[in-house]
Structures are given as structure tokens and as C-alpha cells.
């Protein structure tokens, strides 16, 4: 080599030599799982000292601070390097870079769960190098070069030729966690991690048999056909997600398999999974009685505004779903007057009520009016429990309707045809009656006992229809119940009794007070129950009148001993059952059991030869003592 190329040639050798340093740190970084070689403040830094040691190497003709050349022939002829104070410092910062590197390598080493005594032999072969770097520093016998760039090339053949396939193995283990599995690209196990073969110990013989054969599941997640693979170990199965991770060395492919465990979190998806079936289920099931019970829902924000409006509303109010949400109620109001009640109604609602609303006008999009029966009861914030909820937690209001037109009509119908045959009923009956008396007190014989048999028959008629004129009546009275001490209420019955129909026998047993909750109307069932009695057992009737008080509720016992109750009386008494052909001894009982059932109570019927017994279940109010 011609001599003025020996110094320049020398100074390349120095900057590749000083370049071998920082490829070594990025391999250590990135095969550590470090991020250090990715960091942008690290890599600026590092390229701003490796640029200015490499301008004082280029620029050393010029200051000599680096090194100087001489001949020397001993013991042959060569150029001798005579180091100054700046090559020494920069050689000592290279070990010491170099000395980081070896560091991360060795503790990924150290941490895995692979045998990497192979890996951490060969690598410490990188120190001989730097022996032979002191050597050539303290006597003559070698040249003054630098070799430990000549080791990491050696390590570098090494790892890829000798070693690949372990090195991959601790170095994707070590980034990804305990649990992997290195699978050749034949689909081949080459290598398992000691937790991996611990955690499925079917692993623990596995090294070279194909992955398919000793674990088809996780060599289903390796093609992508799943991510989970599940090992059942007893009262609750394991779940682990696999990744894959390619990697390549040494002219062959290889797959890292990695299993992260993820029971906790699958179990908890599972339980979400379960949680929204069953609110699913929930949904529909109240879809399907709102969809059974209500032909509509709104609901009403606290500023009396639609925040929501049911897809079934627009074929009743004529409004789309969507123009009518955010708009005030005012819109469907009929008039002021329905626009202050329900107005009134809602604010009972937002203070913690429900609220229930019959016939209540509204005004369709094409200006009809229509009525509706609503309940409305408040939504509350959903992040408060139920037990310390309060009014100011209710924030909004939920409105389910029914078309009421239909039913208002037949009961305007129904209504206008009792009026009617009531006012006429009676009077034509008041006077066949008053003719059929004259009648019988005229006549004598035949002719007077079929005078009083009309005025008999009239007389029943009339009582069917002041019945009916109850059962109406009562039919129209508000639900709510109320706490009623209904003692003074049997009294005063009792009283009616024995005033009307002297020849009754009666016998009592009551307490100071007995409240239930029911209405004062239960005085007219009682009433009809006991005119019964009095009409129909016999020639010497007689009744016991009991009130019994209970936890949960009044009893009241109307016993008779009378000839027994038939059976089409008790079907309407127990059920209601007042069919054509069998209409008993009029609409009294109906009337009595009409009014027994709407107002919360149960009613039970015993009969023999010996008697009739009737017990009224009343409810106590939920708060009394």
C-alpha cells in the first residue's frame, strides 16, 4: 500500500471501529425490550458525540490530539500509532458504551426462563478481544489495533449461526413475558420456556414434535383462526391470549408464540357478556308488557320537555317521533285546563310520586282531540342506589299511555243507557206498583194475590235497579284507598239492619277500631251481604257479625244459619260470574263483589245445610302500627 494512504486508511478503521459501539448499544436496547434506541433525545445525543469524536479522528492531520505515526522495524516494518490523551479518552468512553450493552444482554439472561448459559457463554467471549487490546497496549508483541470490534463480529456469527434459535427465544421472552413457545417455520417446537412448561406440562417433552399434534389450540391462534386458547385446571378454566411474533436469523424463520394470561379480565368479560343477555332479556320482557299494557311512552325532562317519544305514538298523535322530542308538552296540551293538570300531575311526579291520569284530553297533530290514560312515574340518576335516592335525584319523567277514545265511548254509551233505563225503569215500575197495589187492596181472592206478586216483582226490579245504579257509581270512584277504621262503618250497617229488617237476629263481635285500607263504600257491600241474609234464610233469620284485627290485615265475618248458599251464588261472590241465566237474587251480591274486589280485598265463601260464612279480607295500611 503506497504510504500516504497508511494514515488515512487507519482513520476509516477508527470511525467504523467507533461506529461498531453504538451498534452494539441499539442491538442491546432493542433486544432487552428497551426503548432507549427509539428515544429521540438519546439518539440526538448520541449522534452529537459520535459526530464530534469522529471530526476530531478526521481532523487529526491537522492537530495530532488523537495519535501520531512513526516507523518502527521491529519486529518487522510497520507504521506505529503513538496515541495521544484524546484517543485514550474516547477508547475508555467505547468500553464503557460497550460495557452498557453487555449489561442489558446479560440481564435478559439472567431473567429468562430459558437455559441461556449457551448464550451467556458466548458472549462473554467478547471480553478475549479486549485482552488482547491491553496486551498490544503494554508491550510491542502485538500491534497497537484495536480488536474488540473483530469480537463483536464474532458474537454476532455466533448468535446467528451457533445460536439463533435460543437467542430469539430469550430475547422475544423477555419483551413479552414468561409464557412462550418458539415453533419453527415447519410448524415444529423448537423451544418452550420453563413457566410455559410448568403451566401446560404436556410441553414439558415437546422439542421437535409438531405444535399441531401436542397443542392444536395454540396452533390454531398461531394460523389466526383464534387468540384465546383456555386450559381447564378445576373450579375455574385459565385463559391466556396468544400473540405471534415472526422472527427471522440465520436464514430461517421462526414464530414466538407468547401467552399473556388474561382469566381475571375474561371472566369479567364473561360476567358482561352474561350481564347484557340478561338486560337484554329484561328489555324485552318490558317491551313486551309496555307493548301489552301501553300503546305509547313518553318521557319528560324536568322543564317539561320531550326527551323521548316511542316510535307508536306518531299513528296516535300524528307527530314524528323525532320532530316531537325536545319540544314542550304544551304542543299535545288540548287546552289550558288539561295543560295545568297534568302539568300539576308531573310536579307530584318530580317530587318522588307516581301519578295516574283517566281520560285525559290531548290535541293530535291534525287538531283532534283524543283522550288517554297515563301512569307516570320518575327516572332517577342511575348512579345513586336505590336506598339513598331523594327527589333531587329524578331526572326525568317516564309517561305510558293508552288509548283511552274507544273505552270513553262505550262507557258514554254504557253510561247514557243506565241513565236512561234507570230513570225509566223506575218510573214505570213506580207506577205498575202503585196501580198493583190499589189493586190488591180493591180486590179479593185470586185477583188481590196476583196484585201483590206484581207489586213483589216490582219491587225486585227496583232493587236491580238502584244496584245498578251503585255498581255504576262505584265503578267512577278514584282507586286510592285510604286507612278507614271500618268499625263505625259496620255499626252504622248493623244499625240499617235491624231498623229495616227487625226480625234479624243479630249477634256481634268488634273491637274499639279496627283500620284497614279500603274505602267507606265497603259499608254498601257489607249492606247487600247482610240484606241477603235477612231475605233469604229462612223465617227466623239470624247472623254473626265478627272484625278480627291481624298484622297484615281486618277481617270481617258475616256468618248466617240459613239453609246454605247456592252454588251460582257463590260463582258470583268468588268470581264474579253473573251470566244470563243465572242472575241469583238480583245484582245485590254482583254489587257486593264488584266493590269487595276494587278495593283490594279478598273475599272467601264457606257453605253447608247449617249455614252460610263469609269473610272480607281487608288490607292494613303499609305504615300502621
Not at 469480537?151 to 414468561?178: C, E, M, P
Not at 394470561?261 to 332479556?281: A, F, G, T, W
Not at 311512552?297 to 300524528?318: Q, T, W
Not at 308538552?329 to 301519578?355: C, F, H, K, M, Y
Request: hydrophobic share 40%.
Amino acid at each position: 500500500m503506497p504510504d500516504p494512504l497508511k494514515e488515512p486508511a487507519y482513520i476509516i478503521g477508527l470511525v467504523f471501529g467507533f461506529a461498531t459501539v453504538w451498534a452494539w448499544l441499539y442491538f442491546g436496547s432493542a433486544y432487552s425490550g428497551r426503548q432507549l434506541h427509539q428515544d429521540a433525545s438519546v439518539r440526538l445525543l448520541s449522534a452529537g458525540v459520535f459526530l464530534t469524536v469522529v471530526t476530531v479522528k478526521l481532523t487529526n492531520p491537522l492537530h495530532g490530539l488523537y495519535f501520531t505515526t512513526s516507523e518502527v522495524t521491529t519486529p518487522f516494518r510497520y507504521l506505529a500509532i503513538n496515541h495521544g490523551i484524546v484517543h485514550w479518552i474516547a477508547t475508555g468512553f467505547s468500553y464503557m458504551l460497550a460495557a452498557v450493552g453487555l449489561f442489558m444482554i446479560f440481564e435478559v439472561y439472567v431473567k429468562s426462563e430459558y437455559d441461556s448459559r449457551l448464550l451467556a457463554g458466548m458472549t462473554g467471549l467478547l471480553a478475549v478481544p479486549v485482552g488482547f487490546d491491553l496486551i498490544a497496549i503494554a508491550t510491542p508483541t502485538l500491534i497497537a489495533f484495536i480488536y474488540a470490534p473483530v469480537g463483536v463480529a464474532g458474537f454476532a456469527v455466533g448468535a446467528v449461526y451457533l445460536f439463533g434459535d435460543r437467542l430469539l427465544a430469550v430475547g422475544a421472552a423477555s419483551q413479552a413475558g414468561d409464557l412462550t413457545v418458539l415453533v419453527d417455520d415447519d410448524g415444529r417446537i423448537k423451544d418452550c420456556s420453563a413457566a410455559m412448561v410448568d403451566t401446560f406440562p404436556n410441553l414439558g417433552e415437546a422439542v421437535g414434535k409438531r405444535l399441531e399434534d401436542v397443542f392444536p389450540e395454540l396452533r390454531a391462534a398461531q394460523d389466526g383462526t383464534k387468540n384465546v386458547v383456555t386450559q381447564d385446571n378445576g373450579a375455574q378454566p385459565s385463559h391466556y391470549l396468544v400473540s405471534s411474533q415472526s422472527m427471522g436469523v440465520g436464514g430461517s424463520e421462526a414464530d414466538v408464540l407468547t401467552l399473556t394470561d388474561i382469566s381475571e379480565r375474561e371472566r369479567q368479560r364473561q360476567q358482561l357478556v352474561n350481564r347484557e343477555r340478561e338486560l337484554d332479556q329484561r328489555n324485552e320482557l318490558y317491551r313486551a308488557i309496555l307493548a301489552a299494557s301501553f300503546s305509547f311512552v313518553f318521557r319528560i325532562d324536568l322543564e317539561m320537555r320531550f326527551n323521548y317519544v316511542s316510535e307508536s305514538a306518531e299513528s296516535f298523535v300524528g307527530y314524528n317521533p323525532k320532530d316531537l322530542t325536545g319540544e314542550p308538552i304544551s304542543v299535545l296540551a288540548a287546552d289550558d285546563e288539561s295543560l295545568t293538570t297534568a302539568v300539576e300531575r308531573l310536579d307530584e311526579v318530580t317530587s318522588g310520586q307516581t301519578a295516574q291520569m283517566r281520560n285525559h284530553p290531548i290535541e293530535t297533530q291534525s287538531g283532534r282531540t283524543t283522550y288517554i290514560d297515563m301512569r307516570a312515574v320518575p327516572i332517577y340518576d342511575s348512579s345513586v342506589s336505590r336506598d339513598k335516592r331523594t327527589a333531587d335525584d329524578i331526572t326525568e319523567v317516564q309517561v305510558m299511555a293508552q288509548d283511552a277514545s274507544q273505552r270513553r265511548k262505550r262507557e258514554g254509551l254504557i253510561s247514557v243507557l243506565n241513565r236512561v233505563l234507570r230513570h225509566n225503569v223506575r218510573n214505570e215500575l213506580t207506577v205498575i206498583n202503585g196501580r198493583a197495589e190499589l189493586l190488591a187492596n180493591e180486590l179479593d181472592g185470586s185477583a188481590q194475590s196476583s196484585a201483590e206478586t206484581i207489586v213483589q216483582a216490582g219491587e225486585r226490579l227496583l232493587d236491580i235497579a238502584e244496584s245498578a245504579r251503585q255498581i255504576e257509581e262505584n265503578r267512577e270512584v278514584s282507586p286510592e284507598l285510604q286507612a278507614v277504621d271500618i268499625v263505625p262503618t259496620v255499626s252504622d250497617t248493623i244499625a240499617r239492619l235491624e231498623e229495616q229488617h227487625p226480625d234479624v237476629a243479630v249477634t256481634t263481635e268488634l273491637p274499639d277500631t279496627a283500620v284497614a285500607e279500603t274505602l267507606p263504600r265497603i259499608g254498601t257491600a257489607m249492606w247487600e251481604l247482610l240484606e241477603n241474609v235477612a231475605e233469604h234464610t229462612g223465617p227466623d233469620p239470624s247472623v254473626k257479625i265478627t272484625v278480627l284485627k291481624r298484622d297484615d290485615s281486618v277481617v270481617l265475618t258475616i256468618a248466617d244459619k240459613g239453609p246454605g248458599i247456592p252454588d251460582e251464588e257463590k260463582e258470583v261472590l268468588v268470581k264474579g260470574k253473573e251470566e244470563p241465566l243465572v242472575h241469583g237474587q238480583g245484582l245485590g251480591l254482583y254489587l257486593a263483589y264488584w266493590i269487595v274486589v276494587t278495593v283490594g280485598a279478598d273475599i272467601e265463601v264457606s257453605g253447608s245445610e247449617s249455614g252460610t260464612t263469609i269473610q272480607i279480607h281487608l288490607p292494613t295500611p303499609t305504615d300502621a302500627s
